[in-house]
């Protein structure tokens, strides 16, 4: 059945054009997207195992049985040298964490990854740059994936790591320059209230395999 009458438009849209969880998962509504509630409950129990029981108790550190001295040496050519050339940072942060600890929080940032992820056992928040979309450039949708992890690591006491270089805001047209110029600074307020220790942009992240 469709969603509501043809407007001026003459459009029918159906109720997941309207509203679906594909329109949701870009317009930063919601943060992650399940296929079954299955998945979903199992993406809940997961995501809150990285956050405290409240916000006046610690982060809990879990069982870690990847050694915190672990080496990868693909890391040591993991970006290029060259600048312009793009390179994928999920492989990276992959490989600097936890194993199998990255959780993608928000999906929706577009140019900007960020996660959830464990150092040792110890939870801590991830933001990094895609240069493959972008350039790796702050984005409207990059800013409100950022601003909304800050606000939660900050809340739950969660230190924060930026393991690639920060990008500057992407260059828009002028009829966006308005929404660019009052959302991507977004996230530097909430940094501004930042108790828990956070590495400056482009700092080695606290990982393995340092050159």
């Known amino acids: 059945m469709p969603g509501r009458p043809p407007g001026g438009t003459g459009e029918t849209p159906t109720k997941e054009q309207l509203g679906g969880s594909r329109v949701h998962a870009r317009n930063a509504a919601v943060d992650l997207i399940a296929a079954s509630e299955a998945e979903a409950f199992a993406l809940i129990r997961r995501f809150l195992s990285y956050l405290p029981q409240g916000a006046y108790q610690l982060p809990p550190v879990a069982p870690c049985a990847d050694p915190a001295g672990r080496r990868d040496d693909a890391l040591l050519s993991a970006v290029p040298r060259d600048r312009r050339q793009p390179y994928r940072i999920r492989p990276i942060l992959a490989a600097v964490f936890d194993a199998g600890s990255v959780l993608e929080a928000q999906r929706y940032g577009g ?12 939870p801590v928040g991830v933001v990094a740059g895609d240069p493959y979309i972008s350039g790796g450039c702050l984005t409207v949708e990059g800013g409100e994936a950022v601003t909304r992890l800050a606000d939660l690591c900050s809340t739950f ?4 790591g930026t393991p690639a270089d920060a990008r500057r ?6 009829a966006l320059v308005e929404r660019i110029l009052s959302r991507p600074v977004r ?6 209230r930042w108790r828990a220790p956070a590495t400056p942009p482009g700092a080695p992240c606290p990982g393995r395999a340092r050159g």
């Open 111 to 122: 140019s900007v990854v960020t996660a959830l992820a464990r150092l040792d056992g110890h």
């Open 157 to 160: 006491h969660l230190p924060i």
């Open 169 to 174: 805001a992407r260059t828009l047209p002028p």
């Open 187 to 192: 996230p530097d307020r909430p940094a501004r």
